[in-house]
């Protein structure tokens, strides 16, 4: 102690010495307790500096759409990166419901994490584990390994970040309906869709085996779908082409025992999409023998029967099973639900970020994907800001002149704005402040500019929780981490009505590029951009060739087409592996 003492009113005669103490305590890290010591007015200084001037830790949770878009996009040399995943390959979900019936294999869909990232022009560390805890005061994260139990070395370990991205998806929704957990199968990462492959051979081989009765063989054939989502229908469409096509030449003496059933609660299968595609796809089940069964409710599962009720009679039917897969929509994993507590969301379902995808209630956490939903601001929040911004003269109304100065800055700060004039078929924005009769006015006051914009909040629409949002919020993500040094001197967003200012950058706005539906039969629908509808075998190339082209390597890419090529000359294999 004597020693420490002395040495302590040396360096504070000498404080040469004591930064020199400091940077060869820092290279040697000998000394690094005594030289953290305040013991003069230069050594903080010194920390902020190396603080400022070292790179900033980006921490992505994730490797999914959201995760590996973000990654592909950002300019690595500019931060210190890593990322944290229990699964060390990114999967292409959409073909999923191909490799449960072998259509495509598994291993043609996933790309390794490190591949991906080995190409980047700087280092991303990967750690195979998965977050457990986010921790946003200390701004850390606490994970465990995914990796072996038994090899030597602890499990657990924290990480710290100056920015935090979560990217974590969803997990599948049971609605805690009882029996589901236990009986069910699920269609949402590549093992779920290898056991459902394994699973729909194991039914025919146990309807094939000898001293059963036709009943026990027509039930171990009676598979059943909870969910007329797109996954749902598409896995519907799937098995029926597996069975019909490859299957039954294999199992012909039980070929007509197979069943499959749909079950949907609400009244159309995939009713998300314009309705000639749902009454479409309804139509060709009930040509395929799918039976569709709309408007029930399943109330139980048990590993032989599955309870239903029809909610048109109040009815109850216990319809015996082969197998169940459940694909009725996605919940929140516990790792975020723990976080939104922390965060004061606990009230909410989905983690809230703003529109520049920043975790509400919290700094330097950013969310993507399925485990967020964008908390759209609200026009008439601000509607008295906005007015008085635009009414540059002070005089208590507002000119269309004042109005159109505005305008740029209200459509992309409030999107809703573009989708209320789209669906009114109004073709100026300048058209909201027409008068009842629908002529032009010269000048509104604010109640005549709040009546104007009172509906316009309507329009809000949360974005769905689909590959095509998470990977353009990836990619919106990095094009802002890449410009932020520039974007801080020249904001590039929108005014701040409220405070004054601008936006450093604009808020994200998703393109809905349009949606797929495979229906089997080498036909499909597909909703484009513009109100356009197609369905039949030419979508179902279109499909073949988009799908391929938004492979995330050429590997893959020659994988997924090898698949298809493959299934048309050999058909799909039957092989319980
Ligand atoms: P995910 O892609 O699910 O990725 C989440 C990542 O987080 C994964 O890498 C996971 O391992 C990791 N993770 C999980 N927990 C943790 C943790 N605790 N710590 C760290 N990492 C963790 N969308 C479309 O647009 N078109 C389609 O045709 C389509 N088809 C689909 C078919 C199926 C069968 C399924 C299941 C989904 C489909 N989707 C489709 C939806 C699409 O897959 C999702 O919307 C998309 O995957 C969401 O991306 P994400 O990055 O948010 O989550």
Request: one cysteine or more.
């Amino acid at each position: 102690m004597r020693f420490f003492s002395y040495f302590n009113k040396f360096l504070r005669s000498h404080p040469s010495s004591a930064k020199l103490l400091v940077l060869s305590s820092i290279s040697g890290g000998g000394l690094v307790a005594y030289a953290d010591l305040p013991s003069d007015k230069e050594k903080p200084s010194l920390a902020l500096e190396q603080e400022e001037t070292r790179k900033k830790r980006v921490l992505v949770l994730g490797t999914g759409w959201a995760g590996i878009s973000f990654l592909k996009d950002l300019d690595i040399s500019s931060y210190d990166v890593q990322v944290v995943s229990p699964r060390n390959y990114f999967a292409f979900t959409p073909l999923l419901p191909s490799v449960t019936c072998g259509t495509v294999e598994a291993r043609s869909i996933v790309e390794p994490v490190r591949n991906i990232v080995k190409k980047r022009n700087g280092e991303v560390k990967f750690w195979e584990a998965e977050c457990l805890k986010v921790d946003a005061v200390n701004k850390k994260v606490i994970c465990r390994s995914y990796v072996n139990e038994n090899l030597p070395g602890k499990n657990e370990f924290s990480l710290e970040y100056d920015y935090l991205v979560v990217a974590v998806g969803a997990q599948v929704n049971t609605f805690n309906t009882p029996g589901v957990e236990e009986n069910c199968y699920f269609l949402k990462e590549v093992e779920d869709a290898q056991s459902i492959r394994r699973a729909v051979i194991d039914c025919f081989e146990k309807a094939v085996l000898p001293e059963l009765t036709e009943e026990e063989r027509r039930i171990n054939l009676h598979f059943v779908i909870v969910g007329g989502g797109p996954t749902g229908v598409e896995f519907a469409a799937e098995l029926h082409d597996f069975v019909h096509e490859d299957l039954v030449k294999i199992y012909p003496s039980v070929k007509d025992l197979v069943a499959i059933s749909l079950i949907q609660s609400g009244d159309h299968i995939l009713n998300t999409y314009d309705e000639r595609i749902s009454s479409f796809a309804e139509q060709k089940f009930q040509r395929d023998g799918i039976e569709v069964l709309t408007g029930h409710r399943v109330l139980s599962v048990s590993d032989r029967l599955i309870d239903v009720k029809a909610k048109s009679t109040g009815q109850n039917v216990s319809i015996p099973h082969g197998m169940v897969v459940w694909s009725t929509g996605v919940g929140t994993r516990p790792v975020v639900k723990d976080f939104m507590e922390q965060i004061g969301q606990g009230n909410r379902k989905v983690l809230a970020t703003d529109e520049w995808l920043r975790v509400k209630g919290c700094d330097d956490v950013y969310g993507l994907g399925d485990c967020t939903t964008v908390d759209q601001k609200k026009i008439m929040e601000d509607i008295s800001a906005i007015f008085e911004a635009a009414d540059k003269d002070k005089s208590g109304t507002l000119t269309i002149e004042e109005f159109k100065d505005v305008i740029e800055d209200v459509t992309i700060r409030y999107p809703q704005v573009e989708l209320y004039l789209q669906n009114n078929h109004l073709s100026d924005i300048t058209d909201l402040l027409k008068g009842a009769d629908g002529n032009e006015r010269d000048e509104v006051d604010i109640e005549e500019f709040k009546l104007a914009l009172a509906n316009v909040d309507k329009q809000t629409k949360s974005l769905p929780a689909t590959a095509q949002v998470a990977a353009q919020q990836g990619a919106y993500l990095a094009r802002c981490f890449n410009k932020r040094e520039k974007c801080k001197a020249e904001p590039e967003g929108p005014r701040k009505f409220r405070s004054g200012g601008r936006h450093e950058f604009r808020p994200f706005r998703y393109r809905h590029l349009g949606q797929f539906a495979p229906l089997g039969g080498e036909q499909a629908a597909a909703e484009l951009p513009g109100d356009w509808v197609s369905v039949g075998h030419s979508t179902q190339w279109l499909w073949y060739s988009i799908y391929a082209s938004k492979q995330v390597s050429w590997r893959t890419r020659y994988l997924v087409v090898g698949d298809w090529t493959r299934r048309f000359v050999f058909g799909r294999d039957s092989s319980r592996i």
